[in-house]
């Protein structure tokens, strides 16, 4: 057994006799990795702030004095350099792929630190594409993390099914937007976790009202959600709703999610802290 041990088979790469996980699918990490949890934000389309969830949670947990890391699974839609404001691009040492780090020390990987130009497209097929999220966790190294959250692609297609059985995802977050559409779609998601025997740490509502600073009221933009329903109906938590908030679409563009203050996402911090979602599992 390693003497880092943290009982999570799944985010080791050492073949101990204490292993209790399967692990026919699983991908190795690189040898020199460590990385102690792994985190899926996930949603069942795209566009309801899957990225902004990831970054916020990777930002919460790093003021917290977490060694956080992110790995942008989204590889025709990559995000997170773009709100970190992160344009260099990363380099190998020999041994592997070193991730870039942002201003706060958040290390990340995406392809888009990889390719020349980042408004070029990925003009890939599913294998390919599955292929390179297997090789940001095989290849790059993962030196010190404590969270490792991956942007995950949205929907339960074929590449969030490779990613999700080729990565040690101890849990995951599913990202919504109240419509009715999003909601019946998020719930394709949710059983496709089930079905995976991944534990749903719980669902976050994105773009839930809009506070108006006018009248002080809040104003149901996309009409009242249903999420509740579907998250009693698979006993799993609502773990915050946030607002359509202009600022937050200002600074995710401007490269700024690091000066983000959203107090919400401290109690998933702590969630995540007390590993209260793996108990209940
Ligand atoms: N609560 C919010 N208030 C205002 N703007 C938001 C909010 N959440 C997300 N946005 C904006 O909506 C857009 C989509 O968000 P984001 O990229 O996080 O979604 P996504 O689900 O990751 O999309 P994709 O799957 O296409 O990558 C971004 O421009 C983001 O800044």
């Not at 790995?71 to 592997?96: C, H, Q, R, W, Y």
């Not at 990340?108 to 890939?124: A, K, R």
């Not at 966790?137 to 030196?143: F, G, N």
Request: aromatic letters at 4%; proline letters at 5%.
């Amino acid at each position: 057994m390693s003497e880092n041990c943290n009982s999570s088979c799944s985010s080791c790469n050492q073949d101990c006799s204490s292993r209790t996980e399967p692990s026919e699918f699983l991908e190795k990490p690189h040898e020199l990795s460590n990385i102690k949890k792994v985190i899926g934000v996930v949603s069942g389309k795209g566009g309801v702030g899957k990225s902004l969830v990831t970054s916020m949670l990777a930002v919460t947990m790093n003021r917290r004095n977490h060694n956080v890391a992110v790995l942008d699974a989204d590889i025709t839609g990559p995000s997170i350099p773009k709100a970190f404001g992160v344009k260099e691009k990363a380099k190998s040492n020999g041994m592997g792929i070193i991730p870039l780090k942002t201003k706060t020390g958040i290390e990340i990987m995406s392809v888009n630190l990889l390719l020349e130009n980042d408004t070029d497209p990925v003009i890939w097929r599913g294998p390919i594409v599955a292929g390179v999220v297997k090789q940001f966790w095989t290849e790059v190294i993962w030196e010190n993390v404590d969270y490792m959250f991956v942007d995950m692609p949205p929907g339960t297609g074929d590449v969030p099914l490779t990613v999700f059985q080729s990565l040690p995802v101890d849990g995951i977050i599913v990202v919504t937007s109240p419509q009715e559409l999003v909601s019946m779609i998020v719930e394709k998601a949710v059983k496709m976790a089930e079905s995976m025997n991944i534990p749903i740490i719980g669902v976050v509502e994105n773009m839930s009202y809009f506070k108006c600073t006018e009248c002080d009221k809040e104003h149901k933009i996309f009409g009242e959600s249903n999420i509740e329903e579907i998250t009693k109906k698979h006993n799993i938590e609502v773990l915050a709703k946030l607002p359509i908030d202009s600022k937050i679409a200002s600074s995710i563009d401007k490269g700024l999610v690091e000066l983000i203050d959203d107090k919400a996402f401290n109690n998933i911090a702590a969630i995540l802290e007390n590993d209260e979602w793996r108990r209940n599992k």
